[in-house]
């Protein structure tokens, strides 16, 4: 029997009991699918600063490093809000880790489950039908640029955009290949009528779907992207755009699935990913058990299709999340107005559902 090592980085606020969750659902998936997981736990974020004054300790860099894919919950914690300035943040642990994993491919999903069309603030009809992937690269651009700087005595502030053509040649040569595999239509979002860096990115873009024949290509600036995601979702099928850009929009999109708690990304290199929820650590409800644990359960389902090469493990994940929609439990965040009190669930008792909806 195949055995896999998985990294579990629980980090801060809810990160600890979606994880808990996401990690027993990868167990009895991987009872019934015949394989087996062994799991490794390590600090980072917040939780690692308390410990060792780092956000990303060498230890769990090796952890991760040593693993077959990595779970991670979610890192932050409001005290740093109230001094933005503090030179050590629990967010330059993740910055860090996909850096030193040289994590450069982030995968996002939007998918419109038809249970929860309701929870959206946008009209049903609108989203109907709603499958896109972005393709975001995720360690360039203006989050790492340098210079990085305080000027004139701290009254001028300077961040870099800055790419270079490899940077686009590689995440865009994984955008194609997913576009190949889908409807074979992409859409490159940049700011070249403004940016040189957008410039730069779509003559590469150009240059690599010339490599794709198959795949329509077409270019759109971020703010017509923008408004384009609320007005007609549908038009996106593979959406492939820089890192800044990309965090901005795919916090846009999750409001088409009507909540943060259903969207699951994976991080991508050329080796070891990482896999997470795109939600926060959400501190105001830390603690309480009412944390929606879908998207890092659906994360799991990216994991073991795309690190473990499990995909009808994978399968059952998602089929197992759907079954319990439809069978009309919520996790408190999905909950209406007209959903029956019995069917809202606290996080522990939405886990076990899902367990109990597997194939």
């Known amino acids: 029997m195949t055995t896999y090592k998985i990294a579990l980085l629980k980090g801060d606020g809810i990160g600890p009991e979606v994880v808990q969750a996401a990690h027993q659902v990868l167990e009895a998936v991987a009872r019934k699918a015949d394989f087996s997981l062994s799991f490794e736990e390590a600090l980072i974020g917040h939780a690692a600063i308390e410990a060792t004054q780092n956000p990303l300790p060498e230890e769990t860099l090796e952890v991760c490093q040593k693993a077959d894919a990595i779970l991670l919950g979610a890192v932050g914690h409001p005290q740093y809000d109230e001094d933005p300035r503090r030179t050590v943040r629990p967010e330059q642990g993740l910055l860090s880790l996909r850096k030193s994993l040289g994590l450069y491919a982030n995968v996002r999903p939007i998918q419109v489950f038809e249970e929860l069309r309701e929870v959206s603030p946008l009209r ?3 989203i109907a039908g709603t499958d896109i992937v972005f393709y975001r690269e995720l360690t360039g651009g203006i989050y790492f640029g340098q210079p990085r700087e305080r000027r004139d005595e701290g009254n001028t502030a ?12 590689r995440i865009a040569h994984k955008a194609f290949t997913a576009a190949m595999a889908r409807q074979k239509r992409l859409c490159s979002v940049d700011k070249a009528n403004v940016l040189e860096s ?3 990115w779509r003559e590469t873009v150009n240059e690599i779907a010339r490599q794709y024949p198959e795949v329509q290509v077409q ?15 549908r038009f996106f099928d593979v959406v492939l755009t ?7 929009l795919t916090d846009e999109a999750s409001q088409i699935t009507g909540s943060l708690g259903m969207l699951p990304s994976a991080s991508l290199g050329d080796g070891v990913g990482l896999f997470e929820p795109i939600h926060g650590s959400a501190p105001d409800i830390a603690g309480q058990g009412i944390a929606n644990p879908m998207a890092t359960i659906l994360s799991t389902a990216l994991l073991l299709e795309l690190a473990l090469q499990q995909p009808g ?20 965040d999905l909950a209406h107005a007209h959903t029956p009190p019995a069917m809202v669930l606290k996080t522990e008792a939405i886990t076990q559902k899902i367990i109990d909806f597997l194939p």
């Not at 300077?158 to 040649?169: F, N």
């Open 198 to 200: 957008s410039r730069l």
């Open 313 to 332: 493990a994978a399968r059952m994940v998602r089929q197992a999340v759907q079954a319990t929609l439809a069978a009309g439990f919520r996790s408190p």
């Open 124 to 126: 049903p009809e609108v």
């Open 219 to 233: 270019h759109m600036y971020v703010d017509n992207a923008a408004m384009q995601l609320i007005k007609n979702p």
């Open 158 to 169: 300077l961040d870099t955009m800055i790419y270079t053509r490899a940077e686009v040649r």
């Open 242 to 248: 820089g890192n800044m850009f990309g965090d901005i």
